[in-house]
């Protein structure tokens, strides 16, 4: 009989038709949800997605026509997301070890690759130990909660990623948070923190909006004077900053210095999914017992580890990748500025080219796109009021002929719309 009803209840919703939920409360959640969306649209931050119907790449194809597109805003430094041997390797991962594990780590969801791609980790990063996570998000959520206490404090630099604030939000420790790379107030926000137990500075390596590096050197030094250890977020250096590509740490000769690292294979490693973090190994045998999204989360998927694992090979048999991508960077960088833009930053794959104006890094973008080449125009909230600009994003296969129409549809679209005079 429930199976007549059903039937029947499938029917008169029409197969397959969206179920919208009735009684006042949904009618008023609805109406509250509407009148929130519309707030965001009135703000002009409304976000929507552009449906790509190719491989993530240097060139792409949108769905719906545009083929062809040169991509400028993908995080694929080093261009490994569709390389061929990061795809047999997932492939192979898939047949030899399934789509994945139905379970979390600790229960039933440990396999060897899983082992070896941390034991790999930790060799890349000469660390001793580290413990995958299903994003870098989940190693930020876990890492501050599970280490601090309230006896301790945690000094963050204020434009940290959201995945840290929102970590750090989690913990119970006493929080201070540092002026943008302000070494004067990191020193203040030290001296105040050392009737505390323990202080851990918390820094993103590079910073994401703005291209701009962690003074990690001058970091590492306030924290041996106020007895401190120091965090990194590496998600925009890992494979690509240093002469080897280990990150900022090896870029500014700190890597004995830096105690814990947090990064993600959903970059420059190949760009699948996933994140770790690395250091001592009393600090990953305490994550593995405390961290909640490695506890309560899936283990990452064969296919996901295959990937990254073949490209810390890549990365590991030769520093020539991660060399790769400094010439083309400097390229663009030096070409746009002696166009007359502004580029944020310095020496970073993420140029930032600063428009002040939300207005005119939204047309500018949209027309950029008209010529073939994706870019986007950040504004506020995601920068602050008056600083809005068009990220650029250099990867290592993007060509020269790439990157100079690159800049030439810039000098165009910029003379057209006033940014240049
Ligand atoms: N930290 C930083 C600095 C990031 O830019 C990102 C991603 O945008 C993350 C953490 C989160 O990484 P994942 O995509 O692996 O969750």
């Not at 007549?4 to 008023?28: C, D, E, M, T, W």
């Not at 240097?58 to 062809?68: E, K, M, Y």
């Not at 041996?224 to 250890?229: N, R, T, V």
Request: hydrophobic fraction near 40%; charge should be positive.
């Amino acid at each position: 009989m429930w199976r007549a009803a059903a039937v029947r209840a499938l029917r008169g919703a029409g197969a397959g038709a969206p179920r919208a939920a009735s009684g006042a409360a949904a009618a008023q959640l609805r109406r509250r949800l509407e009148s929130e969306l519309e707030d965001i649209r009135g703000a002009g931050t409304w976000k929507s997605e552009r449906v790509i119907a190719s491989r993530q790449g240097p060139h792409l194809r949108l769905a719906g026509g545009g083929a062809g597109i040169l991509n400028f805003c993908a995080n694929n430094y080093l261009g490994l997301s569709s390389h061929p041997e990061v795809i047999r390797a997932a492939v192979e991962a898939l047949e030899k070890f399934g789509a994945g594990l139905s379970s979390v780590r600790f229960i039933c969801g440990t396999q060897s690759i899983h082992k070896d791609l941390e034991e790999k980790i930790a060799r890349f990063h000469q660390r001793e130990d580290a413990i995958l996570y299903a994003s870098c998000f989940d190693a930020n959520a876990g890492i501050f909660e599970a280490l601090l206490t309230p006896e301790d404090a945690v000094l963050s630099d204020e434009l940290n990623h959201a995945s840290i604030i929102d970590g750090i939000r989690l913990c119970k420790a006493n929080k201070y948070r540092y002026k943008h790379m302000d070494m004067q107030d990191l020193e203040a926000k030290l001296k105040e923190a050392q009737k505390h137990r323990l202080r851990l500075v918390a820094t993103d390596g590079a910073f994401s909006m703005d291209g701009d590096i962690a003074p990690l050197r001058e970091i590492c030094q306030l924290a041996q004077k106020y007895d401190a250890l120091v965090f990194i977020d590496e998600c925009h250096a890992t494979g690509f900053l240093g002469p080897n590509g280990r990150g900022t740490d090896e870029l500014l000769g700190v890597m004995d210095k830096v105690t814990i690292i947090n990064s993600t294979l959903g970059k420059a490693l190949g760009g699948a999914a996933g994140g770790y973090t690395t250091g001592p190994k009393s600090l990953i045998d305490l994550l593995r017992q405390r961290s909640r999204p490695y506890l309560f989360s899936n283990s990452l998927p064969p296919a996901v580890v295959g990937c990254a694992s073949k490209a810390l090979d890549l990365l590991m048999e030769s520093n020539a990748i991660a060399q790769s991508m400094a010439a083309k960077t400097q390229r663009f960088r030096s070409k746009m500025t002696a166009a007359g833009f502004t580029i944020s930053g310095k020496d970073h794959p993420i140029c930032p080219v600063m428009l002040g104006d939300a207005r005119l890094a939204s047309v500018m973008a949209e027309d950029m796109l008209n010529r073939g080449i994706y870019v986007i125009g950040f504004s506020y909230p995601v920068v602050p009021k008056g600083k809005a600009r068009i990220r650029v994003q250099i990867s290592a296969v993007h060509s020269d002929e790439d990157i100079d129409r690159c800049v030439e549809a810039f000098t165009e679209v910029g003379r057209k719309h006033g940014a240049l005079s």
